[in-house]
């Protein structure tokens, strides 16, 4: 069956940290796939989106990895701030969104 | 920055009673689609809609939902006869290309708690 897992407990880490999560997929063959951050009773975020031939895209403090055999993607935050602190979704795009359950991210102080 | 909004953003109907979310999209998006999300749990598609027609609908999507752009402006979600269940949220989106399309990205409202007593 067609799944989409990302890290079920929450991360918590210290401001400065960076943070990593983490999206497997199975049986699932995406073009993209994109990661929005969710804060509490608010619609996604479009964050950053990669395509099926990139291995990474950077855009300010954030990277996304795309590994298309491992059917993986890393989602990292550098130099972390409690800002930061959200559901983290990943999502792939196969003409609609299909998403997973989501990481919550808490930065400490 | 233009931004998709959602009306109301909290409803709270009986059971067996119709309601009708409503969404402004981003004004020269083409591409619409609805989305919910039951608490605590993923955010699921619901339908997509693209030239005054459904393109694609999940299976959650059956015979008590409806969509609909009724002006120019408006995209409509209408549940006819409301049950528990559909206590969520619901969150409107839309993209100005398909979602096929490279650089399509699917702007989200702030969404409607709907809950059903």
């Known amino acids: 069956s067609q799944k989409i897992e990302q890290n079920s407990e929450a991360l918590n880490i210290q401001e400065g940290k960076t943070a990593t999560l983490t999206c497997n997929y199975t049986?699932?063959?995406?073009?993209?796939l994109q990661w929005y951050r969710q804060d509490p009773g608010r619609g996604p975020v479009f964050l950053l989106l990669?395509?099926?031939?990139?291995k990474e895209k950077r855009k300010e403090r954030l990277k996304v990895t795309f590994d298309t055999t491992l059917k993986q993607s890393l989602f990292h935050i550098t130099a972390s701030q409690p800002a930061d602190s959200a559901t983290y979704l990943c999502?792939?795009?196969?003409?609609?969104?299909?998403f997973g359950a989501g990481t919550r991210l808490a930065v400490h102080p | 920055e233009p931004e998709v909004t959602q009306t109301p953003s909290h409803q709270v109907t009986q059971m067996g009673q119709e309601v009708i979310l409503r969404c402004v999209p981003i004004s020269n998006h083409l591409y619409f689609y609805w989305y919910r999300q039951i608490l605590g749990q993923k955010v699921e598609f619901l339908v997509s809609f693209y030239n005054n027609e459904i393109s694609e609908k999940s299976e959650i999507f059956d015979d008590q939902f409806s969509v609909e752009r009724p002006d120019g402006s408006n995209f409509t979600l209408k549940i006819r006869s409301t049950k528990l269940e559909d206590s969520a949220m619901y969150f409107c989106?839309?993209?100005?290309?398909?979602?096929?399309?490279?650089?399509?990205?699917?702007?989200f409202g702030p969404g409607t708690r709907l809950t059903v007593l």
């Open positions: 989106a839309s993209s100005e290309r398909s979602g096929l399309a490279q650089d399509n990205e699917q702007f």
């Open positions: 999502a792939l795009r196969v003409n609609k969104l299909i």
């Open positions: 049986n699932y063959s995406p073009a993209y």
């Open positions: 990669i395509r099926e031939n990139e």
